[in-house]
């Protein structure tokens, strides 16, 4: 079946821009989590939904940072403003209820700001 | 989430089995072990989970001891394909829970 699809797989910005990652959940999953990988680092937590609810956004780095879920189903990472320290590859991981199950990742967007 | 200690990098022939350490001595009763990698250029991948037994599927065998302070992760046939980074996690039983992902330990299959 199919997995968690995240698009642009690339995506070059010019510091400043906004820009927004899309993230397609392996269907019926209830939960869906942000991450972000900085090169050579472990993926860190920026959001989480469950449906349409964001119920943790602890981790998102600053108020540029904006993601949502309307209909509980797809959901869009949006950064406002890029600046060079937002480069990096973001994840996106859903999970069927997201009670301590296992997380599936799509393959990540690359973002360069250059 | 309990922090854990994995070392940066290892080493394994092809064929052997690789054996993976994680440290997690502050581990509570209400958390479980995860496994999982992450390949160079993908997301990462679950591979196996337990809470106090040893686990084993057709990916892995996870190996905890009985103070729960620490686990093995064990690919009985290393091939090439499973060069990547492997991250030992804690995470809570109940509730929705976000990975707290370290540095991984580096494992590098030789031919």
């Known amino acids: ?114 | 989430d309990a922090k854990t200690t994995q070392p940066t990098s290892m080493d394994c022939a092809e064929g052997r089995a690789a054996n993976l350490p994680c440290n997690h001595s502050t581990i509570s009763g209400n958390e479980y072990v995860y496994w999982y990698r992450q390949i160079h250029s993908q997301g990462p991948q679950y591979i196996i989970h337990g809470l106090k037994n040893n686990e084993t599927n057709e990916m892995a065998s996870l190996i905890i001891t009985e103070d729960r302070k620490s686990s093995t992760l064990i690919l009985p046939h290393a091939t090439l394909r499973d060069t990547a980074v492997y991250y030992c996690i804690m995470t809570i039983i109940q509730g929705a829970q976000k990975l707290v992902f370290g540095q991984g330990t580096r494992l590098t299959i030789n031919p």
């Open chain 1, 1 to 114: 079946g199919a997995g968690v699809s995240q698009s642009p797989r690339y995506k070059v910005a010019k510091r400043g821009q906004d820009v927004a990652l899309r993230c397609d959940p392996i269907s019926g999953h209830v939960s869906l989590f942000w991450y972000q990988q900085a090169l050579g680092q472990g993926p860190e937590f920026l959001t989480y939904f469950q449906n349409e609810a964001q119920l943790d956004k602890s981790g998102l780095p600053s108020d540029r940072f904006f993601a949502e879920r309307p209909e509980g189903s797809v959901s869009t990472l949006k950064i406002q403003r890029t600046q060079q320290e937002d480069s990096a590859v973001y994840l996106c991981a859903s999970s069927f209820t997201g009670m301590a199950e296992t997380q599936y990742f799509g393959p990540g967007t690359r973002l360069l700001v250059l």
